[in-house]
């Protein structure tokens, strides 16, 4: 089993910028694809960014250019930076951690970030 645990949201500007961050417990963090999801109010969760055990990146197409995804194996953490925050970006965020070669698919509790002035 592997907890996430989700950090950084909250309230900013659009065009302002946030980090999240999702450390997750036990030892076989590196093997591991992350990825960042979001669900906004009355609407289906989406991908927004993930990264292989490769460090191979994907991001959906209204977050290319101002979002960064990255991973610290070190510290067992995924990152995203989130630049020229749109309202449209508003969302519940969410980490999850797949393995899919033993089955293994955990998400986070969840993070909010808000864009609004």
């Known amino acids: 089993q592997v907890q996430l645990v989700e950090s950084g949201g909250g309230l900013v500007q659009p065009g302002g910028s946030l980090r999240l961050s999702c450390t997750a417990s036990g030892s076989l963090f590196r093997f591991y694809k992350m990825g960042w999801y979001r669900q906004a109010p009355g609407k289906q969760r989406e991908s927004v960014a993930t990264i292989s055990s490769l460090r191979n990146t994907n991001y959906t197409d209204s977050v290319k250019g101002r979002f960064t995804i990255s991973r610290d194996n070190a510290k067992n953490t995924v990152y995203l930076q989130m630049d020229s925050l749109k309202p449209e970006d508003t969302a519940v965020y969410y980490c999850?951690?797949?393995?899919?070669?033993?089955?293994?698919?955990?998400w986070g509790q969840g993070t909010q970030v808000t864009v609004s002035s």
């Open positions: 999850n951690a797949r393995r899919p070669s033993v089955g293994a698919d955990y």
